[in-house]
């Protein structure tokens, strides 16, 4: 399973979700930063998983299929992602 996380520079629920993270031990597969990305592939990325806020985090299976997906930072359901894709929380 792979977790991306999409987010935005100057984003208050951003940057509470990376010290939530962070705070938690947990490193996402890949990190889209919509402020900063010139690559085509993340636009289309965001595009493809119909990323409307952010942050945003996806996990998907090992065919790149979705299985869950969740904007936001409420810990209850970050927490039930991240124990999907098979994290240890503290």
Known sequence: MKLIVFKQ???PACKMLDAYLVQ???EADQ???LSKTMDENDLVLAERYSIKKTPTLVLLDDNGKEID???GVGQKRINSLLLKRGFTLI
Do not use: P, R, T
């Open 24 to 26: 938690c031990g947990i």
């Open 31 to 33: 990190i889209i930063n």
């Open 69 to 71: 997906k969740y904007a």
């Open 9 to 11: 520079d100057h984003c």
